[in-house]
């Protein structure tokens, strides 16, 4: 019911900065909790950050704690992702995440709703 379609990604230098951008069309998703995962070329999904229905609470893998931020902007039914001091090890495959319960989930079994994804490629 729910279509993510994700915007932003690009190819940059170690220790730039991109901000990625999820829109929700079909269906609000103020209600929903939201998660960004990668996933890199040989390795498993993996998860990002998470956020709440209402915001006000967040939280993020330790391999990017300090460096992204997750917001959301529920009256315009975004949410956004910005990656400062890129690594080449984030280089990735970013994926927009929706799950119907507002609480923040980690496990990409608790997402069911996704979008096509956004390449990120950080060089040394």
């Known amino acids: 019911q729910v279509k993510l379609v994700e915007s932003g990604g690009g190819s940059v230098q170690a220790g730039d900065s991109l901000r990625l951008s999820c829109a929700a069309f079909?269906?609000?998703?103020?209600?929903?909790?939201m998660g960004w995962f990668r996933q890199a070329p040989g390795k498993e999904r993996e998860f990002v950050a998470a956020?709440?229905?209402?915001?006000?609470?967040?939280y993020y893998a330790d391999s990017v704690k300090g460096r992204f931020t997750i917001s959301r902007d529920n009256a315009k039914n975004t949410i956004d992702l910005r990656l400062n001091k890129l690594k080449p090890e984030d280089t990735a495959v970013y994926y927009c995440?929706?799950?119907?319960?507002?609480?923040?989930?980690?496990?990409?079994?608790?997402?069911?709703?996704w979008g096509q994804g956004t390449q990120v490629t950080v060089s040394s």
């Open positions: 079909g269906r609000t998703i103020g209600s929903y909790a």
């Open positions: 956020i709440d229905w209402s915001g006000g609470h967040t």
């Open positions: 995440a929706a799950s119907t319960n507002p609480v923040i989930r980690v496990g990409i079994g608790s997402y069911e709703y």
